[in-house]
């Protein structure tokens, strides 16, 4: 009995290891042979097929400026307000006195003679009278009180070697000297059909108004310097009446 049972189990045990190597042998994978592979390896026309690549897209380029750094200027140095004191004032208000006689205005014009008596200066209806206390260094001073106009004329003698743009630097040079302010440069123009060379200007507080002018008529040489309240500056009336009198200053006697 032993020896059946032993006989019958080395032919199970046998009878297993057939069929597990059995199995073995059909769960690897059959390998192909030559001929497999190289119609694998052949495109449908029979040509050998191309190695595939991948394919890449193509990169655009940009075209990239490169921006140079731009240097700032330095700023402007701030330069700090200072306060400067000037000796800077309008001219000196001389009291007037008309040969110690009341103000009385005459009707129709006057004269008044220049260059010992060769040169005559005619005012208008007779409201601009003599300042013998003036002290604009003219040969004679005028007031008018409607105006608060103050009128210095020159004629011949001290400035008749001059030339009338000189003669308007010189005095413009001199009065801003003393009242600061802006004044314009000399410069021709005409006055009622006169010719002459003019510069204006304002003192430094803007208190008063300034014209000087000097012409040459008939040989001979004229100056006028005005000084009027800011306000007055652009007064017709007394515009027309300093125009008059820039064209009625002759020498007593000439011929044309």
Same mark, same amino acid.
């Given at each position: 009995?032993?020896?059946?049972? #032993? ?38 026309? %029979?040509?050998? %097929?191309?190695?595939? #690549? ?5 990169? %655009?380029?940009?075209?990239? @400026?490169? #921006? ?34 009341? =103000? ?24 601009? =009278? ?19 106009? @103050? ?6 003698? #001290? ?23 802006? =004044? ?32 040459? @008529? ?8 005005? @000084? ?25 006697? =000439?011929?044309?």
């Amino acid at each position: 009995m032993n020896k059946q049972f #032993r006989t019958l189990l080395a032919s199970l045990m046998v009878g297993g290891l057939v069929i597990g190597a059995a199995t073995s042998v059909s769960a690897e994978p059959a390998t192909p042979d030559a001929a497999t592979v190289n119609l694998a390896l052949l495109g449908p026309d %029979r040509s050998p %097929r191309a190695p595939q #690549r991948a394919v890449k897209a193509p990169v %655009r380029k940009q075209n990239v @400026r490169r #921006r140079e750094p731009v240097a700032e200027p330095p700023a402007p140095p701030v330069k700090p307000f200072v306060y400067e004191k000037r000796e800077c004032k309008t001219l000196t208000n001389a009291p007037f006195d008309i040969n110690g006689q009341p =103000w009385i205005c005459q009707n129709g014009p006057t004269y008044y003679s220049f260059d010992e008596g060769n040169v005559h200066l005619w005012t208008p209806n007779g409201d601009t =009278w003599v300042n013998k206390l003036g002290v604009m260094g003219a040969d004679r001073e005028f007031l008018n009180i409607e105006y608060c106009q @103050r009128l210095g004329v020159w004629a011949n003698g #001290r400035i008749a070697d001059q030339s009338t743009t000189g003669l308007v630097a010189d005095m413009v040079k001199r009065i801003k000297g003393i009242t600061c302010g802006t =004044w314009t440069k000399p410069m021709e123009t005409n006055i009622a059909g006169v010719p002459v060379t003019m510069a204006t200007g304002y003192d430094e507080h803007g208190n008063y108004y300034y014209e000087v002018i000097a012409l040459e @008529r008939f040989g001979n040489k004229y100056a006028f310097a005005t @000084r009027v309240p800011y306000k007055s500056r652009y007064s017709v009336h007394r515009n027309t009446e300093l125009a008059w009198m820039v064209t009625h200053i002759h020498p007593t006697s =000439w011929s044309e």
